[in-house]
């Protein structure tokens, strides 16, 4: 006699269950929200949500739920909505039903097709609206997406450092979270095997050996047949009795090895249960058992129209049985139904595995050609981030051409340049669409070559090749509104609006991209509205309007994954974090950019990402992690030019690292390989920050010489200064001239510049940064502001000016720099008002060490050693290196050869320039500090 192990009394879950019915309450009275319930199988996850929904019910409202059994690469799309909806919906009187489903009834029938029996004889359309893809996608924005946050913590335990995120997602998919799997699966994953291992097959499998045959012949079938694993499959498979299925059902649910799932669905309580069953199967088992479910499900549908979740069924167990004849046509009905639901993924999937079913004689299947089919899969694959696999196929099906047809051809070179953009590298597609302009006709004008110049046009204007861009951007304009093709005239005005945020011309570029995003999202190209609107997020941040640029990001996040265009995502959440972080919150901009990292992005996306991470990275100091990610963005550059700004943009990052570092002669390096990278730098509207970096360092080089009597490296700083000034002015010039009156961020780069330059020239102007801090302020930059604050009240004591009004300064840029988390900006002012006497926050510094100073020799830039912090203190000193021998009891030559190290890891030239540097840095304590300065 099996024993009862569940009691009938709620224990346990009193606190979470009044969480639950408190979110409930809060839905009575209007307020959305979503809680997670989450544990180890076990732990009372259903029986808690059974307690409230008896509650629910009790109190007349309505509680749905769905779920799913994970078929692989197979899975049927948004089959948990499903599962929730079908039956409630399928049991309302028919005018309920219309009344709540209202103007959403074409979006719900293309998740329900079987909702309506008779009636008007409607179906969904072929191809879904703009409408009706926003009612679906309403829907799935309630779905979340699972963490696996306790799995992440107990593989750090096991390993002593954060996992592979990889790992951690293949452990908890297949583990459920249970502690005891997850370490078993990891020896598993560790000795490159796929299969259980030895000790948790047989814990799982010892639940199953003494059940009857009946019942073990029943949990075989339902191991294979996964989501179709329906009373109606079972009877057809099995060849049971109602009464004999029945009993057996019974004996593995009382045995707790089966769950009475919605919708009439048998499921294993834990999904390794299921894989373990499977795994005893012998091949041959396996091939027939799968043919017999599929055979089941085909002729309980006969006749019938069926829904992406039955198609998906078909192909998996088809493939599964590896009948190519019944799995062929099974893949591609099922990758149909994928596309319609906006699913690319999956339908990916199952074109890719249809494509390598394809018989070699044959022409079509279905109704597709090959060809068709490869270019379908593309697609596919392109709208779901993974550019490497279209391009793989386009470059398959050119080479699988047998007789050259131009038209053919040039069509296929446009898709594959369009894929390489795509992917960030204009570098490749440029060749390809001259090719295709080539064979292509210009008379009489056609859609096609419409398409290949916005291609060419979008190539050029990603290699900042602007005027050229321009100029064949509008013919592509033109010949598309000629032929009427929405998809080119939507490429040619992103390309033009682009073109003209780039280099100055925000109101124009803002409006004409604007322009470009209605029209796509009205004639439904999802694609281009998630290309136009990382476009439009772009300009909206260069024109300074932070704010609109983080809401058309938010929207483009939308919309992205609401039309399964994930791919698109990772470019969106990177401007959305780099916005924030223009404004100041960092926190928000840290949670938006690892965001952004996780879904590990290449090319323009990924440049953009991992650019984004290296500024919030120098911003706090953690200079190790933004020289990381701006090797990664080098790689990907040097792979090809990621986008218009990947080289401008990297390299003034690489300047900025460089600053920190105490290396301003590297910097200074990295603006000049900037300026040899970009085709049009007097134009290049990014360049502008560059200029001023050249200022800057030129500035610290001035800051070094001058103390230490070296004019010839003076000379060398005012001559670097003044260049980069000039070049500056004749950037802001050409911008000013342009309509509207260019780029906002202009007059903050130039009045940094100029102030910059007044610190050059040995005579730090206080107006000057007070200027530039007043621009900052007008543009919602808050580190810029801090910065220009701090170096205002370092010019006012420097020139013996007001003291009053030098603390006032250096108050509100530790206000600033505090909040932000700026570590190394924070510490500066500390070390400022610290040798000049000043309050900060109404308190006097402590003296021996300004608050929030890191310690001497901890988290250095250089990695210099304990032995080599000693010897640069006593160098910062002014020590000799016999003084330095005679402290450190070491001898002289060893002295000189620590000084030698420490030279050439902080790139100085001198011992004098060694002090500037780390009192610069505050990589000395303040009594060499004071020593050093003179105070």
């Known amino acids: ?175 459920g979270g249970n502690a005891f799997f997850t370490e078993e699966l990891l020896a598993v994953e560790q000795r490159g095997e796929q299969r259980l291992g ?118 998996h167990h088809w493939y599964e049985s590896r009948d190519a004849r019944h799995a062929l046509p099974a893949l591609l009905r099922a990758g149909q139904a994928a596309e319609r639901m906006f699913a690319f993924g999956n339908a990916f999937a199952h074109y890719h595995l249809a494509l390598s079913l394809w018989p070699t004689a044959a022409e079509t299947v279905e109704g597709l050609t090959r060809l068709e089919l490869t270019m379908r899969t593309a697609e596919s694959a392109a709208v779901s981030g993974a550019y490497r696999r279209a391009i793989e ?58 398409q290949v110049l916005g291609v060419l046009a979008q190539a ?53 991209l604007r322009e470009a995003l209605t029209l796509s999202r009205s004639v439904g190209d999802f694609t281009g509205a998630a290309e136009i609107s990382i476009e439009l997020a772009l300009a909206l941040h260069w024109a300074g309007d932070l704010d609109e640029a983080r809401r058309v990001a938010d929207e483009g996040i939308a919309e992205s994954g609401r039309w399964g265009a994930e791919g698109f995502g990772s470019a969106l959440r990177a401007i959305r974090g780099l916005s924030a972080f223009r404004l100041g919150h960092w926190a928000e901009a840290d949670d938006w950019i690892s965001a952004a990292l996780e879904r590990d992005p290449v090319g323009s996306h990924g440049v953009m990402a991992h650019g984004a991470r290296a500024l919030l990275d120098l911003g706090r100091g953690r200079l190790d992690s933004a020289a990381e990610h701006l090797e990664v963005v080098l790689l990907m550059c040097k792979a090809f030019t990621a986008t218009a700004y990947g080289w401008t943009d990297l390299y003034s990052s690489i300047a900025l690292l460089s600053i920190a570092r105490g290396q301003p002669s590297e910097a200074i390096d990295s603006v000049r390989e900037s300026l040899a990278r970009s085709a049009e730098p007097e134009r290049d509207v990014h360049m502008r920050v560059c200029h001023r970096l050249a200022i800057r360092a030129a500035a610290d080089l001035a ?80 580190h810029d502001q801090a910065y220009s604050r701090f170096r205002q009240a370092e010019a006012l004591l420097l020139a013996r000016g007001s003291r009053a009004a030098a603390q006032a300064a250096a108050v509100e840029a530790h206000h600033i720099a505090s909040d932000l988390g700026a570590a190394p900006l924070q510490r500066e002012i500390e070390r400022l008002a610290l040798r000049s006497r000043l309050e900060l926050a109404g308190r006097p510094v402590a003296s021996g060490r300004a608050s929030g100073a890191a310690p001497v020799g901890r988290g250095t830039p250089f990695r210099l050693t304990r032995r080599e912090q000693d010897v640069l203190e006593r160098v910062t000193l002014g020590r000799t290196n016999r003084e330095i021998a005679a402290d450190l009891f070491i001898s002289e030559k060893t002295a000189s050869v620590h000084v030698s190290n420490i030279k050439s890891k902080m790139g100085a030239n001198g011992r004098a320039e060694i002090a500037a540097i780390a009192v610069r840095l505050g990589l000395v304590s303040e009594s060499a500090d004071g020593d050093a300065m003179g105070d």
């Open 393 to 450: 196929l386009v470059q398959a099906a050119l080479e699988s051409l047998v007789e050259p047809d131009p038209i053919r051809t040039g069509t296929l070179l446009e898709r594959l340049a369009v894929y390489h953009l795509g992917s960030g590298n204009p570098d490749a597609a440029q060749p390809l669409a001259l090719r295709a302009l080539d064979l292509l006709p210009a008379d009489p004008p056609s859609v096609a070559r419409a």
């Open 703 to 782: 800051e070094v010489a001058r103390p230490r009597g070296d004019a010839a490296g003076l000379d060398q700083a005012l001559a670097i200064g003044r260049e980069f000034d000039r070049r500056l002015d004749c950037h802001a010039r050409l911008v000013r001239e342009l309509p509207g009156g260019g780029d906002p961020h202009l007059a903050l780069d130039v009045a940094l510049g100029k102030a910059e330059l007044s610190r050059l020239m040995g005579g730090s102007s206080a107006a000057e940064w007070a200027t530039a801090a007043a621009a900052a302020h007008e543009l919602r930059h808050p």
């Open 1 to 175: 006699m099996i024993s009862r192990i569940s009691s009938p009394v709620f224990v346990g879950r009193g606190d979470e269950l009044q969480r639950l019915r408190a979110a409930l309450e809060g839905a009575r009275s209007g307020a959305v929200g979503t809680v997670i319930v989450g544990g180890e199988a076990g732990v009372g996850k259903t029986r808690l949500l059974a307690e409230l929904r008896a509650g629910v019910e009790s109190s007349g409202l309505r509680f749905l739920g769905g779920g799913c059994v994970d078929l692989g690469d197979g899975a049927p799309p948004y089959d948990p909505l499903v599962a929730a909806l079908r039956p409630w919906l399928k049991a309302l009187p028919p005018e309920d039903r219309e009344r709540i489903v209202g103007p959403a009834r074409s979006a719900v029938l293309q998740l329900i097709p079987d909702l309506e029996s008779g009636g008007d004889g409607e179906t969904p359309a072929e191809a879904p609206t703009s409408s009706s893809q926003s009612s679906l996608y309403l829907h799935v924005l309630g779905l979340i997406e699972r963490i696996a946050d306790e799995v992440h913590d107990q593989l750090a335990g096991i390993h002593g450092k954060p996992p592979d995120r990889a790992l951690v997602a293949r452990l908890h998919e297949r583990g």
């Open 460 to 512: 050029l204007g990603l290699k900042c090749h602007f005027s050229e861009s321009n100029r064949i951007a509008q013919e592509a304009l033109a010949t598309a509104r000629l032929v009427g093709s929405a998809t080119a005239e939507i490429r040619a005005l992103g390309c033009i609006g682009r073109n003209a945020s780039a280099v100055g011309e925000a109101d124009s570029g803002v409006r004409t």
């Open 198 to 315: 030895l000790s948790l097959r047989e814990t799982l499998l010892a639940r199953v050996g003494g059940l009857s045959p009946s019942a073990r012949d029943l949990l075989r079938v339902v191991a294979v047949a996964g989501q179709s694993a329906r009373h109606d499959v079972l009877a057809i498979v099995t060849h049971m009795k109602q009464a004999e299925m029945a009993a057996a059902l019974r004996e593995a649910i009382d045995r707790h090895l089966l769950l009475a799932g919605d919708d009439h669905v048998m499921q294993f309580r834990h999904g390794l249960l299921r894989e373990a069953a499977y795994g005893e199967l012998l091949p041959g088992e396996r091939l027939a058992l799968h043919a017999a479910v599929a055979a089941a499900v085909e002729s309980l549908h006969a006749g019938l129209d069926i829904d992406a979740a039955v198609a998906s069924e078909l192909a």
